[in-house]
């Protein structure tokens, strides 16, 4: 297709030699015909030849024209590695978002242009075009990127302020102005900004290569889920597996910030790998459930350290993964070593629960129920209790004891009236009692329905009664008019949002994020935005407009207002990826509402990033099955269509391992698949399976997301 295309490229121009023949084929005609071609080369996956079609379709047409503004536009958004032509061809109409796509498409080769630009004062938001122009040259031009920020007139405000910061250093730093990149450190560290803070040490760090080490361990130890530590582990690696003491200063802001693989990269190629990269390594493989190679760690670790400051816990995990790998036995003698080796350890009085959960996992319910009673028994004000009382109600559900299963769940829900195990018990509690000829249990169904009429308990419960299914309730009133109708009328959008609105059109998101909020400030309220926001496709900061206003007129909401809070949020890189991946885009939108609240730069505690909150060590893994290893580095996470093409490839895995089964998915994907068939999956009913699940994040993840998409298959009916 693209010879074809370079062909019929070459005989247009060849018309152009007979513009004296009545068969002329005119230059717009020519133009419709090159479009065309590029069309097709876009389709197939060409996009720097669709670009360069484009580029000449717009150059047969009059310079002004609204034509050669549209296709320098097809232009600039098919380029892949860019093109100074249609960034110039871009920038012959300077409206409002041109400048910063030039910028886009033409890269620093485009700054002469720009710089014309910005001195003849054709630009809006010109001290925003300022910024962005620096940033593409901070790197290949540090002295231009410094002329362009001195181009800035005004402060920013809140991220574009600080990229401004971090840009003027790294253009010092480049450029060898000692003076600036003094004041410059100085101005980051009088913040309370680590994440700065972190980027200031890494920039620094890698200005000064293999002698910036301890620069590289403060920025891991300030942001250890940073977008910047890929290279520096790079630069770094030689080093980390030579010196064992180098790399223990790395072990715990890698293994926070979700390196797990760089962790277990440390932990089996050092020559003399520390003791507790070691120790993190096997909690590594235990974590993405390859026990049997966390079981090999571990189990090397007490072999040469057994009196190590870790060995109690790796003892604890060792004896899991033995459990999970089937090896019930093998897992209880470590249990046994672990209490006669360690009796004052701070978790010994976790160990009944430790005991009796493995056995229930592997099938001996027998055997655990007096585990669990010692737990409730022995250690009243342990943080597992509720757990294993709430197992000891199960375990005799399992081995038929029903009459004392009733008597033990309704003793639970007496006492755990804030346990996320009391909905379930609640719902075991009303089955059982009816299935005994006790309809009493009835009223307990009911109740929870009532109580807790979004939990997945209360939806077992409504399946098990034949009451119809939960759906939200909404109306057709324009948002607008139901916020007027309900005394909280839109504020007109200041000033502020309509530069915010430029910039977000620009693809400048979290700068336009920042002059939304002082949008906010300036009418006095998020929801004064909300109807701005619905209609702009604003989704960081929609949902929480509409929470301030959700409660105005009860029940009573307009389908614009769910819309608002559910967003179908990066709509077309959604429907792309879950289309590539056989998913339903209102799963991935249900998922990535709990996992970020659209917000691209998300993370957690644990190293997850992103609008789908992925894990680097899990990232490495997608991107290997799907060979896009090249091109992957935990850094680009936080990239929206990067997360979610990453997340939709996970999260459509885990759907086909667990038969799209929504919480077992959910489960899979929030716990790990390997917990979510430690809990039952597959083997057992959902309501049981549900139940099972220990880890309170995962168990409240599975609800809320559940209930999401509850919620998004009605409210977005035209994704069905």
């Known amino acids: 297709m693209k010879q074809i295309a370079v062909i019929c490229f070459f005989v247009f121009l060849s018309c152009g030699t007979v513009s004296d023949s009545p068969e002329f084929v005119s230059g717009a005609e020519r133009s419709f015909l090159m479009e065309a071609a590029g069309d097709s080369l876009l389709v197939s996956g060409e996009g720097d030849a669709a670009s360069l079609m484009f580029t000449s379709a717009a150059l047969l047409l009059q310079p002004g024209s609204a034509r050669r503004a549209e296709l320098a536009a097809k232009a600039s958004d098919a380029s892949v590695s860019g093109s100074v032509t249609a960034a110039r061809l871009l920038l012959e109409t300077p409206g409002g978002i041109t400048p910063f796509r030039a910028l886009r498409t033409g890269g ?55 990229d401004r910061l971090l840009t003027t250093y790294r253009a010092a730093l480049g450029s060898g102005d000692i003076d600036l990149q003094q004041q410059c450190w100085n101005t980051a560290f009088d913040s309370d900004d680590d994440m700065l803070k972190s980027k200031f040490y890494h920039f620094r760090g890698m200005a000064r290569g293999v002698y910036g080490f301890n620069d590289f361990v403060d920025s891991f130890n300030l942001w250890p889920a940073g977008d910047i530590h890929a290279a520096a582990y790079q630069l770094l690696r030689d080093t980390l597996l030579a010196d064992s003491s180098l790399a223990n200063m790395v072990a715990d802001p890698f293994y926070s910030g979700g390196l797990w693989n760089e962790v277990y990269d440390l932990a089996v190629n050092s020559a003399f790998p520390p003791a507790h990269i070691v120790y993190l390594g096997g909690r590594t493989r235990d974590r993405l459930g390859r026990h049997d190679l966390a079981v090999e760690i571990l189990n090397g670790y007490l072999d040469r350290w057994p009196g190590g400051s870790d060995a109690p816990n790796a003892c604890i995990y060792l004896a899991r993964d033995l459990a999970a790998l089937g090896l019930v036995d093998q897992a209880m003698q470590k249990l046994d070593y672990y209490e006669n080796t360690w009796p004052d350890h701070s978790r010994i009085s976790n160990l009944p629960w430790y005991r009796g959960s493995l056995l229930a996992e592997n099938g001996f319910w027998e055997r655990s129920i007096p585990f669990f009673a010692e737990t409730v028994s022995r250690y009243p004000a342990n943080t597992t209790v509720d757990d294993a009382q709430f197992y000891g109600c199960l375990a005799l559900m399992k081995t038929g004891r029903t009459a004392e299963a009733i008597e033990a769940f309704g003793n639970f829900n007496s006492r755990w009236t804030q346990s996320v195990y009391r909905p379930s018990s609640r719902y075991w509690y009303g089955v059982l009692k009816m299935q005994s000829g006790d309809e009493s249990g009835r009223g307990v169904l009911e109740r929870l329905i009532t109580d807790k009429p979004f939990s997945l308990p209360a939806a077992f419960a409504r399946q098990y009664l034949g009451v119809p299914e939960w759906r939200p309730f909404y109306t057709d009133e324009p948002l607008e008019i139901w916020m007027a109708r309900n005394g909280k009328p839109s504020s007109v959008p200041p000033q502020s949002a309509v530069d915010g609105l430029i910039l977000l059109q620009a693809g400048c998101r979290k700068w336009a994020l920042d002059l939304f909020r002082l949008a906010e400030e300036e009418v006095g309220s998020v929801y004064g935005l909300a109807d ?189």
């Open 108 to 162: 620093s080769r485009i700054a002469p242009d720009i710089m014309s630009g910005l001195i003849a004062g054709r630009f809006v938001l010109p001290d925003y075009v300022a910024l962005m122009a620096a940033e593409s040259l901070v790197v290949t031009d540090p002295a231009c990127a410094l002329e362009f920020l001195q181009m800035i007139r005004s402060e920013f405000p809140g991220k574009a302020e600080k």
């Open 532 to 720: 701005f926001y619905l209609e702009n496709d604003v989704w960081e900061r929609g949902p929480s407009a509409a929470w301030q206003i959700w409660s105005l007129e009860g029940d009573n909401r307009p389908l614009d207002l769910w819309r608002l809070r559910y967003p179908a949020a990066w709509t077309d890189d959604v429907t792309d990826a879950t289309a590539q991946f056989n998913m339903d885009p209102k799963l991935l939108w249900s998922i990535m509402k709990q996992e970020s609240a659209f917000q691209p730069e998300c993370f957690s505690s644990a190293g997850a990033r992103g609008l789908i909150q992925m894990i680097p060590s899990t990232s490495e893994y997608v991107a290997i099955e799907h060979g896009w290893q090249d091109s992957y580095t935990p850094d680009i996470l936080y990239d929206p269509a990067t997360s979610i093409l990453y997340g939709t490839a996970c999260i459509s895995g885990y759907g086909e391992d667990f038969n799209w089964d929504i919480p077992g998915t959910l489960a899979g994907y929030n716990g790990g698949p390997h917990n979510a068939v430690r809990w039952g999956w597959g083997t057992v009913s959902t309501e049981e399976f549900f139940s099972r699940i220990t880890y309170n994040e995962t168990k409240k993840y599975v609800e809320i997301v559940s209930h999401n998409y509850d919620i998004y298959k009605e409210i977005w009916p035209e994704f069905n």
